[in-house]
């Protein structure tokens, strides 16, 4: 589903123009937070509590569905305020609103879908998540060739999500039956104050990843957040790798918290899943990032060659990430996670305060600098809580060997691309085999541990 919905969203971007896009993009990215910050750490919370505890749907559910349908209220007068002080107006703040009744459903929906998620009903679960997208998308495929307009993009949305909203209601009432509402002060009251720490977690993490277009579209210009837009989307992409992988370390090391070596072993091992993939799919966008726009027939060949220096910019802060956000779940695993929000708060500060230096004059390309930046800073911190804070220490030789494999497979890649003009996935493919023999021949990679993963060799052992 993601690749399809990346290949749509470019279409819709062509056929919308960058700058509505931008002023798309900025919008949402402003609900989303909105409606997030004011869930109030009570998704994440009911999720948690409802796997914990076999009685708690019973017991407390009566009271945090309205509890939260209460706060789902709240987002749309702050937002809109919120939109009013930023100079939003009139069909502007229209669309506003309506990006906002979108987000408040999302939201709602995935406090609903908690009930699943902590039942294990991981497939119902699997299904709801890509519904919305399934019905936007095919929404979509017959509206672009018709002409696509915003009132369109906006209507077909809004529809997709009432209707998955409607459908996990309707299944979740139907495995646990119709819950009736029961209002009852102090289980509010315990749960809002149980959910805070969430709700720290949510506002740090969800101000960082959306501040940049926000403050773009309001402080350069609509067509500039357009250019952020079409390029962080693939950052989006890729990332999903490592925010799929991450978690299922963050458990192991919370397995091992008292033991020092395994959790060292561990990092070993994670820093080179987390890392190796993502390090060739970087040096390709370094050296072949303007082929992920072929599909924006309507923007000139310097509109391109902007969203491909952002691109860029951005896939190297892919690349800081790669390194070092396994560090960030070392931490936040293991009983870190105050010093964890620190930094990450401490990131926000300095995002925005070179946003307003930066962006009225640079646009798009400060937004990423600024990005790469403050991870940058970020992992830096990282590493100096796991050397002060662990007994784990850096695994400095592997960091170096990673950094080497890089170094090559970029140097390789600038000696094919010099002189030779291949088509980019002749070139592709080559560099594949050649980061292949590279990560073999750094000691990244033994060949007893391929040997390990080949059916007969799992037969014989």
């Known amino acids: 589903m993601k690749p399809g919905w990346i290949v749509v969203e470019n279409l819709v971007q062509d056929q919308l123009g960058h700058a509505t896009f931008g002023l798309l993009s900025a919008q949402l990215a402003l609900a989303l937070v909105v409606a997030a910050v004011l869930d109030l750490g009570l998704t994440p919370f009911a999720l948690q509590r409802v796997a914990a505890e076999p009685g708690f749907l019973a017991e407390t559910f009566p009271t945090l569905l309205p509890l939260r349908g209460l706060l789902c209220l709240l987002v749309l007068p702050v937002l809109l305020g919120l939109g009013w002080l930023l100079h939003y107006r009139g069909a502007d703040l229209g669309l506003l609103a309506v990006l906002g009744v979108v987000m408040v459903l999302t939201q709602y929906g995935q406090f609903l879908r908690g009930t699943l998620q902590a039942h294990q009903k991981f497939n119902t679960d699997a299904v709801l998540s890509v519904v919305e997208k399934f019905l936007l998308l095919g929404a979509l495929l017959v509206l672009i060739p018709l002409g696509l307009t915003l009132p369109r993009y906006v209507g077909a949305r809004l529809a997709a999500i009432v209707f998955t909203t409607a459908l996990t209601y309707g299944l979740m009432t139907r495995f646990f039956g119709r819950i009736r509402y029961r209002w009852r ?43 952020y837009a079409g390029a962080y989307r693939w950052v989006d992409a890729v990332m999903m790798y490592a925010w799929t992988v991450l978690p299922l370390f963050f458990a192991r090391f919370a397995s091992v918290v008292r033991d020092a070596g395994a959790q060292r072993e561990l990092l070993r091992f994670g820093q080179r899943v987390v890392t190796l993939p993502l390090l060739f799919i970087v040096a390709f966008v370094l050296f072949r990032g303007e082929v992920v726009f072929w599909q924006f027939k309507h923007s000139s060949p310097v509109e391109v060659a902007r969203m491909t220096l952002c691109l860029k910019v951005l896939f190297v802060n892919v690349l800081v990430h790669g390194f070092f956000a396994i560090y960030s779940t070392l931490l936040t695993s293991t ?27 640079f646009g798009a390309v400060a937004a990423a600098v600024d990005t790469l930046v403050c991870a940058a800073a970020v992992s830096v911190g990282y590493v100096v809580l796991v050397a002060r804070r662990t007994g784990v220490g850096i695994p400095a030789q592997l960091l170096a060997r990673l950094l080497l494999a890089f170094g090559l497979l970029c140097g390789v890649w600038f000696g094919l691309q010099y002189g030779l003009y291949l088509r980019w996935w002749v070139e592709a493919g080559l560099m594949a085999v050649v980061f292949g023999l590279v990560v073999l021949g750094t000691g990244l990679v033994q060949r007893k541990e391929i040997a390990q993963l080949l059916p007969g060799k799992r037969i014989s052992n």
Do not use: C, Q
């Not at 009251?189 to 579209?217: C, I, Q």
């Open 335 to 361: 009983n870190h996670e105050r010093a964890v929000g620190w930094l990450v708060a401490a990131s926000i500060g300095l995002n925005i305060g070179l946003n307003l230096v930066f962006l009225p004059k």
């Open 185 to 227: 002060w102090p289980v509010a009251r315990t749960a809002l104050r149980a959910s805070l720490p969430f709700a720290l977690m949510t506002l740090l993490y969800g101000v960082n990843e959306r501040v940049d277009m926000v403050m773009l579209e309001r402080l350069a210009s609509r067509t500039e957040a357009g250019y």
